[in-house]
């Protein structure tokens, strides 16, 4: 696209980082260099991957590399593995890794997240785990054949995926959260209520309204999680709080953050300062129903970033939307999924609304593998748009989060979804639509009011 | 809703026919009548589960049934079985059962379809077999232990159930029809190869371009199929053909079919004959995208249609949209669908269309239960917008077919689809969603013209 010859650097070898670098390599001119600047030994894994190896779903850890090394170096990016960028200079555009200077043109950060770090004694003791790092993961899990008991810090997606793959790998699981339910932050109980039933049969001993005091030791080794209703003896803590924007440098380097902690970008992902962009986790952006600022979203996000930050520092000219967020993930043997906010938040926020809910079947009731599928949509009483949606079940959870999320973005009303045309075949879809009769449930609702 | 002390006749006990018997029993006034009229011994039961019962996927037909006599009965809704409407009086209103009258003051045909019949020698033999009727499934899956080979009349979508569903019996199976792939008339030859690969693992003998002549018996039993390419030898004919609307009764009392043989209803399914309604297989309604009129939809099609039938014949005022017509089935062990025309129609229509294509992964790449999707977008190369879609894959169809065709309706682009937003979690979703690198494939390719 460009002809110009510019030099591109990246920092940050996560989802964001990736696909900025390769956007960026397929639309500038063959004489620019696409240099990647990662403190890892990896790039291009699947870090989403890792419970499920540790539960025995995967069975190798190598199953999570998508790439070689060798791949960056054919399509022309220099990675720089096991190198920490230690400082950023915005008016001299180079960056510093410790004494050496590395000068760009266009400068993509994609510094991605850290956990939350509960500020508690302990937290630096030997068996205090952050899942993140692949390498760490492959050395933790060799540790697991004989490790007897685990404590989860907390119920998050991370901690979900994590409390129900060790449960199966038959440890002995305490999930530790100081809410009221699974993932109280984002989810609605009744939603996560099924998940709560399988995390039972599985054995995952779960300890809600519980906050971490201190995590204590023997001979510096993690001994046990004292909690504020006692004390749970294990041999690992998994630190699983919430992901908080990893923008030390950007801070350092006068680049603006929000509210959020996320790096402030307009629509096309730019910093505000010249031929500077950010991707991904360390960024914050617009939702699209409250329109006030998130962070903390999936690789799926933090890719398509990527890929706008790398076009338009290219030279490219491409928006990105305010986001809906569709999300998914598997909670013990439970599919679990949404789009936007769920009923507690807009209770909490104070957001006029109303839940319509209905139980449906995934398949014609009399096939093999049918489930139970509880969809939740929630609208604006007056005009019935729908403003969010929470569903569980036992399949196609994914494929609705992203069918909402965009039917939403469009606003679409409960009206359209009551309505809607679906697929009938007894062995893959039900004569009724689970989301169409939620969407009835609520136009009955309201009819009644 | 309605106070009025009403007569309602409904003709058909199909989906159609039910639903709208059901809705308009719930709004009449409780003093009206409603009464359903079916030539068959029983109503509620899900007729495409018919050829999984053969398949042993289902274990019994008893599972078939959605719903007890006694139901309707409790609800108010008076069904007469095996009762064969004879006549329709449009002046007197009033229906003929031989020589006993009905009188309605409101009338609801929903008399279905059937099979388009080939014309050939033997078609009366014992052992030409249709797929409708549950109390003649139950005899013939009696019978099918006993029985070595069966040819099925055509790649239909029933013939390919049927056909992968005898077949996985242990029958020898023979699928013959005249077009060149599976599903010719409607799906795309590069979507059908996968569940034609199937076939060939499951052993069913496809016979493409091959034209059924007569039926050859011996003692008036099916004992061949005599083709354009040869005999075939079988004990038993399917004849899974098109479907044709079942009008005899509407076409004599003066009721106005259309081009399809469907008969002709307004938005709210009025027949244009005053307190006269139709819904289901037996109308015809209006295809969204090419505006032409269509028949022959789903057992979901029929079910709204019989709702907003009945809703308005009860005296409420609800509109059908035009239909784009999601579609979805198992061929073997493969899930196709779709939504609107495919490739193949756009060109024998002559319509302008650029065909977007990917194949993607339903789950991660290195998660168990991943399988490879088609995903096919014919879009319109001056707007952008998508026309129509196909699909195959291993899972996820329907759910993916409901959403374009809810996302179609509403005139989204290949833009709208190459930067959605999508779940991304290993176990139920791929980074990259199917339908976006199609739309990015499509766009990639506009883009290069």
């Known amino acids: 696209m460009s002809q110009e010859k510019l030099k591109f650097v990246i920092i940050g070898g996560g989802a964001g ?12 001119s063959p004489n620019s260099s696409v240099t990647l600047f990662t403190e890892f030994e990896d790039v291009a894994y699947s870090p989403c991957g890792i419970p499920f190896v540790h539960g025995r779903e995967i069975p190798d850890f190598k199953n999570l590399f998508l790439q070689t090394a060798e791949h960056y170096t054919g399509i022309g990016i220099d990675i720089r593995y096991n190198t920490k960028v230690t400082g950023i200079n915005l008016d001299k555009k180079f960056v510093s890794v410790g004494s050496e200077k590395f000068p760009w043109d266009r400068l993509i950060i994609a510094t991605g997240f850290e956990y ?6 302990g937290i630096d003791l030997d068996g205090v785990h952050y899942v993140k790092n692949i390498r760490r993961a492959m050395e933790f ?5 004989s490790i007897k008991k685990i404590a989860v810090l907390s119920a998050s997606p991370l901690g979900i995926e994590m409390a129900g793959n060790l449960a199966q790998r038959g440890i002995e699981t305490h999930l530790v959260d100081e809410g009221g339910w699974l993932m109280s932050e984002v989810a609605d109980p009744d939603i996560m209520e099924p998940v709560q039933e399988s995390f039972e049969e599985l054995g995952v001993k779960m300890h809600f309204g519980t906050k971490a005091h201190e995590i204590r030791g023997q001979n510096s080794k993690v001994k046990s999680l004292m909690t ?10 998994i630190v699983a709080t919430h992901k908080v924007p990893n923008n030390t440098l950007s801070r350092e380097a006068g680049i603006k953050v929000g509210s959020t902690g996320g790096v402030l970008v307009d629509d096309h992902m730019r910093t505000g300062v010249d031929g500077v962009y950010a991707a991904g986790d360390c960024t914050e952006v617009v939702h699209g129903v409250t329109e006030i600022p998130i962070q ?15 076009a338009n520092a290219a030279g490219d000219n491409r928006a990105y939307d305010p986001v809906y967020v569709p999300w998914g993930m ?3 043997k439970i599919q679990i999924g949404g789009v936007s906010l769920g009923e507690t938040l807009h209770k909490a926020l104070g957001i006029p609304h109303v839940v319509a809910f209905s139980q449906g079947i995934s398949r014609a009731r009399y096939y093999p593998g049918v489930t139970r599928m509880r969809v939740k949509l929630i609208a604006d009483p007056k005009t019935h748009r729908v403003l969010g949606a929470q569903m569980a079940g036992g399949e196609g959870i994914k494929e609705r989060a992203d069918f909402l999320a965009f039917s939403i973005k469009r606003k679409a009303t409960l009206e359209d979804f009551a309505w809607m045309e679906n697929v009938y075949s007894p062995p893959i879809g039900a004569l009724m639509e689970p989301i169409a009769l939620a969407a ?5 609702k309201l009819a009644n009011v």
């Open 17 to 28: 980082g990736i696909s900025a670098a390769s956007t960026a390599r397929g639309l500038a």
């Open 116 to 121: 939350g770090n509960p500020d508690i004694p």
């Open 141 to 145: 899990d060799k540790k697991l054949d």
């Open 228 to 237: 504020s209703k006692g004390e749970i003896e294990c041999e690992v803590v």
């Open 296 to 310: 903390g979203l999936s690789g799926s996000h933090a890719y398509s970033q990527g890929r706008i930050a790398g």
């Open 330 to 332: 598997v909670g013990g």
């Open 440 to 444: 009835q449930a609520g136009l009955a």
